[in-house]
């Protein structure tokens, strides 16, 4: 009996977020038939693919054991400047500067916290202010717009389909399956796995976690220009504040997925399920005639049930040893 | 050597605020076009009046700091308290009562701070989550229950004996200021002069060996974080009491600027070392440097910019000087 407690609570801590996530897709789809109709999942999952794209990257930085709050302002960093290039220097030279403009801050932030072995939380939270100022110089405050809204190909990638299935959605499936496979079947990815499970022990069997570390910012960046891309090419128009707060939010998705803040454990996939969770409870909540205010109540409750199951189920007793 | 090295470090803020000082008043008063020197009795007074939002909030956050946890529910709670303070007032009963429906609106207000921290301390307190996770998830559930109140519409509610109390100036100095100068004192008597203040650095120091001393943690975690929610609160009756109106959006990212003026005063991430005092000037300096920029006609926007660069370059300075016992994030 006591084996098969064990065993349960296992289970429950292994895949817990995923029988969660099935149970709670069978009970909307209950009450309401819509919820699990194509065109309501497509537009899920089309809608979760900016937040999606961002958690990608920062899931390689939580694993290294690091954190990333500087996403949700770099994401309105490259999003502004895509739509200020566009129309000076055409969309073909735009996208590229982008990248390489984000690319650098990600460099910045993880030459930072990797060769210079600063705490990533005050770094990253350095660079939400710091980079959050730079997208205003840059814009000088306005709202940036692109001219010719009709005649531009530069809305493909937000607005577009490939064979009836939205872009936005392809690339978040593209590049969550290239991760994947970066993370588990490369040597890379079991570095970024040692460096955040036991920094001291990676460090010496030999692996350069300074490097590591670097790259998982890096990552980062460049999921973050992706973002920043499809917010842009979808809106075609941008306020200077357009991926503030969504830092945490992404946070919280990672968390979601299982990855532990401690580092060295979480997986792109179970990343992907968090995201969708997020934005399945958003859409069912509203689906079933629910504010919109009670999806952020019920995402608080399931955070902390998530965190709590999976810490409880480590510990081996549910409630805290703290006295 | 320690000595100095310790004097050094906290004084380090204190000499950085008459750098910004000198700075502003030298350099600031050839740029600027305005008439007033920078170093206007009038102006610094304005200095330590807007720096009482977020710094009050930042005080408490240095003490859920030295214990090792974190809060990023305090810009949540910062709005619901302000909701429940203008909302209570347009009650019916509290309508009827007058001026005396002041403090009871304050005490509604504030009440709400303390239940919210009090949900967060037992959470961490009993589930074992780290304060990381438990607020963070937090921060979404109070906005949330912010949005319950008028949606996404402001809510607003001017009650002129209100506005005339938080514009008062008393011996000088606006009643925020008074309020922020209180606060101060309060907590840095609490955190060097009681048993609890000394249990909050021992817990933070080493969290073992301060269970097997027989401090009981979860309880004094749980303090804590009522005491970080009734200043999120009181911060919030401070300045909506003067403003009138509050948008759901308020108080959104407040607790990473409160952060950041907390690490600027030398409080480590890690806990069991920081000051009540050192948080203070770290409050004062961000917003010298706010007004300062605005003084020498930069657009707003670089300050965000120079916070940033500051808050990193702070990091590196403190790495050089403290290179042993670097502490790293607890989680």
Known sequence: MQMTRQEVGKLLAKQGILIAFVVFMIGF???NQRFIGIDNVAGVIRS??????????VTFVVIGGNLDLSVGSMMSFSTIVVLDLHDKIGPALAIPAMFALTLCLGAFIGFLVGYLKLNSLIVTLGMLSAIHGLTLTWSGGKNMDIADKAGTWFSFFGQDRIMGIPVPILIFALLAAGLTLLLSKTPFGRKVYAVGGNGQAATFSGIPRARVVFYTYLISAFCVAVAGLLQASRSLGSQNTVGQGMELEVLAAVILGGASLLGGSGTVFKTVIGVLILGFIQNGLLLVGLDFYVQYIVTWAIIILAVWLDVAAKRGRLWSPIA | ?????????SGAIWGFILLELAFFSIIGDRLSVSDQPFLAYDNMLLVLKQSAPIGIIALGMTIIMINGNIDLSVGATFALAAIVLLESMTWPFMQ???DWAIPLAWLFALMTGVLMGAINGIIVWKTGVDAFIVTLGAMLGFRGIVFMFNGEQPTSHLNWTLVDFAEAQFLGLHTATWFLLGTALVLWLLMTRTLHGRNAYAIGNNRDAAVNAGIRVGPHFMWNFML??????????????ESGSVNPNDGMLYELWAITAVVL??????????SIVSTLGGVIAI???RKGLGHVGADTQTVNLVIGLILIAVLVLDRQL??????ELKI
């Open chain 1, 29 to 31: 789809a209950l009450a």
């Open chain 1, 48 to 57: 979760s693919a900016i937040l999606g794209v961002m958690a990608l990257g």
């Open chain 2, 1 to 9: 050597m320690t000595n100095y090295k310790d004097i050094l470090k």
């Open chain 2, 96 to 98: 009827a009562m007058g």
């Open chain 2, 228 to 241: 970080i929610g009734f200043l999120a609160a009181l911060s919030a009756v401070v300045f909506y009491s």
């Open chain 2, 265 to 274: 005063g030398g409080t480590k991430l890690a806990g069991g070392y920081g």
């Open chain 2, 287 to 289: 917003q010298l440097l």
């Open chain 2, 322 to 327: 403290n290179r042993k016992g670097q502490g």
